[in-house]
């Protein structure tokens, strides 16, 4: 009887491991949001697919891991012993089209160490599923999109499938997700990330003032159609200002001075920019800040405003 209710505490309290990688090479490489190119100087900001997939899956039965080995600058060695040493359930790597054959040959070393799932997010992955689980058996399943809530109760169990993620079943069939999948207009994004598992000093930008630095992102997607860019595939969708409020609430509480805002175009709507900055003053979070623009909505009461709450710097596409 004694022995019976040891093992029901044990099952009790099993916490599951999640590590979070972004994985190594030999250059500065930024992975994000679909793209994926070398730093064209000592910078690299973190990883928002990574940042964004730790607050889905802030829970209690999870351990979340990070190992962002870019800005850590760390080694395939490195990193795979302290995979090893972490013994994770399950990975959630990413990958690029400019390092997408040193990312396959470390998660396929991974894998053959490690008995775990493993996950990925990423242009090649996300945009040609099918193709990429057939090449690549070690890979059970991608995300395709870091701000599906659905995440959580998949990785608690594969059984849970949503129509962002594509998945290897235990019969060995392939169920496909996509990218565009939301049939609403605001992002269902419930917790913000942790931002205390990133190395955030290690981060900043060319235009970046201060440190620590971190990199958000209010909407998914942009409404524009230019044919050289990602996000032109991308549905575009807006996160709430409560959901927004959460997050810098979280980022005030971990430090944080700089915010590189990372939407495609931060101000496809002026009434939306407005909501930011009002907030961002009213909370006198005191954070400066930069973003991408469209050179079409620019106003210059939105100017105004955007520069008294803390911004210094707009890159205009």
């Not at 012993?81 to 690029?96: C, H, K, M, N, R």
């Not at 970046?208 to 990199?215: D, G, H, N, T, V």
């Not at 003053?281 to 973003?291: E, M």
Request: proline content about 6%.
């Amino acid at each position: 009887m004694c022995l019976g209710f040891c093992v029901h505490l044990c099952c009790k309290f099993l916490i599951m491991k999640v590590l979070l990688l972004n994985p190594p090479f030999p250059e500065m490489l930024l992975r994000d949001n679909y793209c994926c190119h070398t730093s064209k100087g000592d910078y690299v900001w973190a990883p928002t697919d990574l940042l964004y997939v730790s607050g889905n899956l802030s829970h209690p039965d999870i351990e979340q891991k990070v190992i962002d080995a870019i800005v850590e600058k760390k080694s395939s060695e490195k990193v795979i012993a302290e995979i090893e040493d972490f013994q994770p359930d399950v990975i959630v790597a990413l990958s690029g089209t400019a390092s997408f054959v040193s990312d396959m040959e470390l998660l396929a070393k991974v894998k053959d160490r490690i008995k775990c799932r493993l996950y990925v997010m990423g242009n090649i992955a996300a945009f040609e599923p099918r193709a990429f689980l057939n090449k690549f058996p070690m890979i059970d399943g991608i995300f395709h999109n870091f701000f599906d809530e659905k995440i959580l109760p998949f990785v608690l169990n594969p059984l849970h499938t949503a129509k962002s993620i594509s998945a290897r079943l235990p019969d060995g069939s392939i169920i496909l997700g996509e990218v565009n999948y939301l049939g609403k207009h605001e992002i269902p994004q419930p917790l913000p990330p942790n931002y205390s598992l990133f190395p955030l000093h290690l981060y900043s930008t060319p235009i970046s003032l201060r440190s620590p630095m971190a990199s958000v992102i209010t909407s998914f997607g942009c409404p524009y159609v230019c044919k050289f860019c990602v996000a032109s595939g991308l549905n575009l969708y807006h996160r709430s200002i409560e959901n927004i409020e959460l997050e810098f609430d979280e980022i005030h509480r971990n430090g944080v001075r700089e915010i590189f805002f990372m939407d495609s175009t931060f101000n496809t709507s002026h009434a939306r920019v407005r909501e930011i900055c009002e907030l961002m003053l009213k909370k006198n979070y005191g954070f400066t800040w930069s973003c991408n623009v469209h050179s079409h909505r620019n106003l210059n009461q939105t100017f105004t405003l955007m520069k008294k709450a803390g911004c210094h710097t707009i890159q205009i596409g």
